[in-house]
């Protein structure tokens, strides 16, 4: 008879203790298919009857009576936890997400610590304000306090980066929290719970409930004992989480998607451009809502830049996590690939050239890989900006490029979509960089680089791509309340 498989089952984390649940869900390794994890199907009674909100409520008065120093240490004494076990969750991010183990190691766990050290420093050096009316004999000055229990739901695509990002600001600012991370990407939080204590942070501090967002993200979100709900996810689970706060009049910080120009001029450094823009279009499978997913070049350059980029696409390598040569993993998910691969169907339908990629290229994956979630870099032209192809978030690795001939022309297409989260512009010319910075509709501009981030400045998008900001003074503002307090002498 054949040994019966064993599956890492996680537990939830509520009140300082691990707390096994009745139901889970199948988590998949998406660089096989196969089932390896199962996660708690939470819902109501775990985060209401089980308590992870009133352990959260119940630990808030101690927690935030505490200095921003002696609740720095803690942060910083969990960073030191997480690097020293950084290995571990390196290979648990890269088996759980599908990423690779380079990027993993590169990105994803060590800005995971710097979150903690970051929030840690940060939060000591926000001043507050003052205003004197000496006629009056009156002076004003203005407090921050912090909220309560934060509800903190955070995405698959960026893990443990993500959710820490936004526990970090929580806790340093003397919030408690009731997380929960996606449920198809878990096994990091559930392994940064058994830091915990070690770390300091006392029970019921931070809460971790696992599950679907339609069941514990819910139950989270519609809980009146949640003041201040903070996301990153898609735009149609953002207004699920809007209309369901509304009754409650919660305080909300939204990151959602985007569909990334980057605006490439005559004058650019081509080389840089391609390099930079093929890592834009590509890293982390194309999920980071960061992602170049429209190009725009102007023609002179259009028929250069196309052949070089569809050359340095076809070099981005894409196969198992674990192998140290490939640039790409495995997408999350077997439905998520299915959908990635239906925009590349469609734009095919519409008449587009597909010219490397999906359909084009075969993937050469070894045997245990063969049932994964893989696709290659994928660039698409000749598609016009009406199309869903060009419109929606894709999420993948998939990017379309298009020629422009003015300025004018490239600034409103540019635009022309419901999402405002970044964009990049290549060229030399100072005066046009900060024309088409002003110009364009997004919360972020990168000008000849991508992804250069200063955690102090404000990361967040307009339009559909979200409310609110998240950074040093702006995650700042969102978890503390301002009280204004006058005093006549």
Known sequence: MPKPRSYLVLENYIGGKFVSCGNHIDSYDPSTGEVYCKVPDSGKEEVEKYAAVAAAKEAFPDWSAR?????????????????????????????????????????????????FRFFASSVLHHTTDCSQMDHMG???????????????ISPWNLPLYLLTWKIAPAIATGNTVVAKPSEMTSVTAWMMCKLLEEAGVPPGVVNVVFGTGQRAGDALVGHPD?????????????????????????????????????????????????????????????????????????????????????????????????????????????????????????????????????????????????????????????????????????????????PFDTEDEAVARGNGVRYGLSATVWSRDVGRVHRLAQRLQAGLVWTNCWLVRDLNLPFGGMKHSGVGREGGKDSYHFFTEVKSITIKH
């Open 138 to 152: 009156c002076l004003n000055y203005t407090v921050r306090c912090p909220v309560g229990v934060a509800g903190l």
């Open 67 to 115: 200095s921003p120093q002696q609740r720095g240490d803690v942060l910083n004494k969990l960073a030191d936890l997480i690097e020293a076990n950084m290995e571990d969750l390196v290979q648990a991010e890269s088996k759980d997400q599908g990423k690779t183990v380079t990027f993993a190691r590169t990105v994803d766990i060590p800005r995971s610590a710097y979150n």
């Open 226 to 402: 949640v003041p201040l709900i903070s996301f990153t996810g898609s735009t149609a689970t953002a207004q699920r989480i809007t209309e369901r706060s509304a009754p409650y009049c919660k305080k909300l910080s939204l990151e959602l998607g985007g569909k990334n120009p980057a605006i490439i001029f005559a004058d650019a450094d081509l080389e840089q451009c391609v390099e930079t823009t093929i890592r834009s279009s590509f890293s982390n499978q194309g999920e980071i809502c960061l992602c170049t997913s429209r190009i725009y070049v102007e023609r002179s350059i259009y028929s250069e830049f196309l052949e070089k980029f569809v050359a340095a696409a076809r070099k981005w390598k894409t196969g198992a996590p674990s192998d140290p040569s490939n640039n790409n993993g495995a997408l999350i998910s077997k439905e998520h690939l299915e959908k990635v691969r239906s925009f590349v169907a469609l734009a095919k339908s519409e008449g587009a050239v597909i010219h490397c990629g999906e359909g084009v290229d075969h993937l050469d994956l070894p045997e245990a890989n063969k049932s994964g979630y893989f696709m290659p870099p994928t660039v698409i032209s000749g598609i016009p900006d009406s199309s869903r192809v060009m419109q929606e978030e894709i999420f993948g690795p998939v990017t379309c490029v298009c």
